[in-house]
């Protein structure tokens, strides 16, 4: 059975945090965007922590 990995985010535009699968989010140098204010950077700048870029990393 496969498990499932959530990685924390903020949005460095609005401040809004949450989760998201590993699988769902995009590679961390592809685009991203904030689903509230739409802001759209690297998908690595909305990682809450070090930890959540690592994983992230790893799980990709």
Request: hydrophobic share 25%; net charge neutral.
């Amino acid at each position: 059975m496969a498990r499932e990995a959530y990685i924390q985010l903020v949005c460095p535009e609005c401040e809004k945090k949450w989760e998201e699968n590993a699988s769902d989010l995009p590679k961390p140098q592809k685009n991203y965007s904030c689903p509230d204010c739409h802001a759209t950077r690297k998908t690595s700048e909305f990682m809450r922590t070090e930890r959540d870029l690592e994983n992230l990393k790893r799980l990709q």
